[in-house]
């Protein structure tokens, strides 16, 4: 079907949302799925292209989420497209631990290329999973291996995934962890660096980290430490100058892993290939998912060879690790990096969006802050003396935007961040779009 190209780039609403087949869906769908596989809106997609949804009713919604930051390039990208089509027509799966294939070493030559660490003698090495839990779990276990230590550390306001390990490794109990347990054990999550609300310098913030993980863990039983260098599901925290340089000095100066997880920042999406480049790092090892194939399921584990090399032959693998359509659409993507100015889209999103959600910020006082880098923006709700954290505000405000045909999603400890994470088709236009549906949405919530 070719119709995806013909799909316009604007919002249009025709129906009640949800529309009345969204609605006949929901009700079958209620009747064989758990309910604990929700969806926050339930109104079913049936095409897709560039920045625009449409759902079976035939609406169109601007689409301000991209599948939780995975459809950068656009949806139905035509050369994503092409290539994963492509690839269809030769083969779908071989299993790369028995038969490998071409476009899966073609894609570590990317990454080796674009890493942070492509200034080191020896490239990056990467290998591929299915998603990006899986990736940091085989951070974790690489870091063990190579480390002979057991810890692991993280950041609070963190998230890494849904898996046992991973959903012990979230800063939020609910609904990742809770009821689920014992949670896995030797994982010590220390406090973080959140400028607007600690107020703290990179320096002091980092010193704050090292003290809780010293004291708390003791740096010679960690194998790793993990951090998203722009927060994702925390409320796109942005740390304070210099805070991850002197992580990664300590983790250097302690033998442990220094593990970027950059599945939400990662591959253009912050205005730079990786986020970890904003703060000067060259991480140990980068993860990356969500963007990497351009909305096929893959995640990479990228990193200094010393390190990659310490599993055995025959340690990282899975049957559908690395798929030959994903990795085929994900060199598809790299290619629309390397020739189309995706970063630079990346970044002229940021300065038009940016300075107009500033704008609103001047308006709106429950607007506390505007952060994040390119096409990963947020803006925090709060009331604007105690800081008080206004999640409800932002439902409110999310609820009113999808009424009007823009998409929204919320991150933060407290649901208290509207996060924008689009495509980097998003036109001008449609920024325009989101922004007055923002306002008139604050302006009705008296915000
Ligand atoms: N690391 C930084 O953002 C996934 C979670 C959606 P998977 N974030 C979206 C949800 O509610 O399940 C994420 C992330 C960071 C790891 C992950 C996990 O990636 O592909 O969802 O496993």
Redesign the pocket.
């Given at each position: 079907m070719s119709a995806d190209s013909e799909i316009t780039q604007e919002a249009c609403i025709v129906t009640e949302i949800p529309g009345p087949k969204s609605l006949e869906l929901h009700a079958r769908r209620q009747a064989v799925v758990p309910r604990g596989a929700h969806s926050v809106l339930p109104v079913y997609i049936d095409r897709a292209h560039g920045s625009i949804l449409v759902d079976v009713d035939g609406n169109q919604f601007v689409d301000m989420c991209a599948g939780?930051?995975v459809t950068t390039v656009g949806h139905t990208d035509e050369a994503v497209v092409a290539a994963a089509r492509e690839q269809l027509g030769r083969f779908t799966h071989t299993a790369f631990g028995m038969n490998p294939y071409e476009p899966y070493v073609q894609l570590a030559e990317h990454l080796a290329k674009h890493a942070p660490g492509s200034t080191l003698e020896k490239p990056y090495k990467s290998f591929f999973m299915n998603?990006?839990?899986?990736?940091?779990e085989n951070a974790v276990k690489i870091s063990r291996r190579h480390t002979g230590r057991p810890g692991v550390a993280v950041l609070e306001q963190?998230?890494?995934?849904?898996?046992v390990l991973?959903s012990s490794m979230n800063y939020k109990a609910a609904p990742y962890a809770q009821g689920y347990g014992p949670r896995v054990g030797d994982i010590y999550k220390a406090p973080n660096s959140y400028p607007l609300r600690d107020g703290l310098s990179g320096e002091a913030a980092a010193a704050r980290t090292i003290a809780y993980l010293e004291k708390v863990a003791g740096a010679e039983d960690l194998a790793c430490l993990i951090v998203?260098p722009i927060?994702?599901?925390g409320g796109f925290i942005v740390p304070a100058d210099g805070y991850l340089s002197a992580l990664l000095n300590w983790c250097r100066e302690n033998g442990i892993v220094f593990v970027a997880?950059?599945?939400?920042?990662g591959i253009a999406r912050s205005g730079k290939v990786f986020a970890s480049e904003h703060f000067g790092i060259e991480p140990d090892i980068l993860?990356t998912?969500?963007t990497i194939a351009g909305g096929l399921?893959l995640?990479g584990v990228t990193g200094r060879p010393e390190i990659m090399d310490s599993p055995v032959p025959g340690g990282l693998a899975g049957t559908f690790a690395g798929n030959p359509v994903s990795c085929a659409a994900a060199v598809a993507v790299f290619e629309r990096i390397e020739n189309d100015g995706l970063v630079e889209r990346a970044q002229h999103i940021e300065r038009v969006f940016g300075a107009a959600l500033r704008e609103l910020a001047t308006k709106h006082p429950r607007i506390v802050e505007v952060r994040g880098r390119g096409a990963m923006l947020a803006i925090e709700l709060a009331d604007p003396d105690t800081l008080d954290p206004d999640g409800d505000l932002v439902k409110r405000v999310i609820d009113r935007a999808t009424q009007q045909g823009v998409l929204l999603l919320s991150a933060g400890a407290y649901g208290h961040v509207i996060r924008f994470l689009p495509s980097l088709q998003l036109t001008d236009d449609l920024i325009a779009t989101v922004v007055s549906v923002l306002d008139d949405a604050l302006t009705a919530e008296g915000a």
């Open positions: 939780i930051g998603s990006g839990a899986e990736a940091v963190a998230y890494h995934g849904r898996t991973t998203e927060q994702g599901e997880d950059e599945v939400q920042a993860l998912a969500k399921p995640s």
